[in-house]
């Protein structure tokens, strides 16, 4: 490809990002507005549509803590992991 050709890309790409940055946003402004409209309630129907919002539990462990208190166990059950992280400026 042309420096040209990838600076089209590079452009079309950006703004393709901005497009679904954009539709991010607003979904999450109306996933707002239904979870203000729902409350404390934990099923909501409307139409053909049922939105459930409910507490979910998990259990994590708090690796700061952890590395804290037993540093040598922590670092026995630490591993290293290497990715190519992709950013266009």
Known sequence: MSNTELTAKI???RELQALIDQAEAE???IRD??????GD???LRAG???VTWKP???SRVDTRALKAAF???AARF?????IRRFIVA
């Open 48 to 50: 053909e549509y049922k």
């Open 41 to 43: 309630q934990e099923e």
């Open 11 to 13: 452009r079309e790409l």
């Open 27 to 29: 979904a999450e402004a």
């Open 78 to 82: 630490t591993t290293r992991t290497t």
């Open 56 to 58: 979910v539990t998990s």
């Open 71 to 73: 540093p040598e166990l």
């Open 33 to 38: 507005l239904l979870k203000a409209h729902m």
